[in-house]
Structures are given as C-alpha cells and as structure tokens.
C-alpha cells in the first residue's frame, strides 16, 4: 500500500527553546512511529504554529519529510487576527481556552484543505491523517483501517455542549482519521464545508469544531467505524489520551 500521512502541527510557538524542542521531540515520535509500521509511507509536515522553526530543525525534519510552513500565510493570521474580536458565546472567564479551540480548528482544517487541494490522488492508495504529537501505538492495526472506498473514522460520541451550541449532538474524534483514494472528491468537500463552517460561526451563533463537522458533513455511507483508532498522544499538551 503506498500511503500519504499528512500531519498538522505546531513547533514553533515560542521563544523558549524547551517548549520548542519538547513538541518537537513529540512530532518525531509521531513520524518513528509512522516509519515502523509502513515502509514506503510519504509524510507531510504542515506546521502552523506561525512561525518559522530554526534550520536545524527544519533539516533534521527533513530528512523523513516534506514540510508545508504556513509562516507566512495570510489565512492562518487573518484566523488568528479574527478570534481576539469574534463572538463566542461564552463568558469572559472562561473566553481565553474557546479563543484558543477556535484558532486550532480554523487553522487545521485550513492546513487539511490546502494539503488535499496538493495532492494527487492517483498516486496513493490511502491517505492518514494524524495530529503532530499523537503516534501509532502498537494496538494499531491497519486491516481495521484499509478498507476500499470509506473513510476510516473513530465511532461518534455524544457531544458534550449539544447542536444549539456547536451544530450537531454528535462529534467524532480527528486527531486521526484516513480515506481511500477513491473517495479523494468526498472527502476534500468534506473538509471544504467543515471550513465554510468554521468560518461562518457567528453567522450562525455555534462554536464549530472539525469533530461537529465531520458528524454533520460526513455521508454515513461511506464512513468505516472503529471503537479503537490505536492513536495515543498527549491532549493540551496535558493529559495522556488513548484514542
């Protein structure tokens, strides 16, 4: 199988060398654990943190990847530029932490777009998404998740805040996901509407996430549901996640 794994990230998001270097070391673990698993895996780095990450790292990076910068993006600081005034309906306490939510949505789903607008399908068999942190741990098993002509995504899970308040009273976990090539067109709308979401949020008085999105946009048709993706990680940097 000759797989594409595209990951969104964010190194570069401070000055201090250890918070860089401490996601950094986590991306690499993320790519090791690709490595492991396929031999022939092309993988692309998409890193939004907004800045551009030191030769080193780049070089050290590139020696397995191919890197996508979204430094100087207009779209990625317009998003940024757009959450400190935009309304969120939450109160002030708690605004900073859903300020937040909404640039990593806005901005992934971004990176997800531009990256699937560069590929050509024809030259892969299926496409993985992971986010930059997370790895495929050794309950990963890839004839759960090869499967022609679906979109492999974990089981939907009730929704915490309720439609009224995201769109939808379901959400599906997307730090992982992968489509067969076949399904190139569905899946680019797919994450094309989850964006026009996103960017309509106060039109329609909702905090959109990629996880509301892919319950509202997916066609049940052609989604493969599984309980256990085999995806660990680390979620706001914090709390250790078995997906």
Known sequence: MKALFILPCAIAVSNDGNIVLNRFFQLQHTIDSIKSRFSNAEIWVLELSGNMMSDKLISLLSKDCSILHFNNSVRLHAIKERAKNINLRVSYSIRDSYELGYIKNATECMSICTALSLIDPKKYDRIFK??????????????????????????????????????????????????????????????????????????????????????????????????????????????????
């Not at 709308?189 to 309509?200: A, L």
Request: glycine residues 6%; proline residues 3%.
């Open 130 to 243: 992971i986010t930059g942190r997370y790895f495929l741990s050794n309950v990963f098993n890839i004839d759960e998740h090869n499967v022609y002509g679906k979109f492999t995504l974990k089981e939907k899970i009730k929704c915490s805040h309720g439609k009224e308040f995201t769109g939808s009273d379901y959400i599906r976990h997307c730090m992982y996901w992968s489509f067969c090539t076949s399904i190139y067109d569905d899946v680019s709308k797919i994450f094309n509407d989850i964006n026009n979401h996103i960017d309509q949020c106060e039109k329609n008085e909702i905090i959109p996430t990629i996880e509301n999105g892919l319950e509202i946009f997916t066609n049940p048709n052609i989604i493969n549901d599984i309980k256990e993706t085999g995806v660990f990680g680390i979620v706001d940097n914090k709390y250790p996640y078995m997906d």
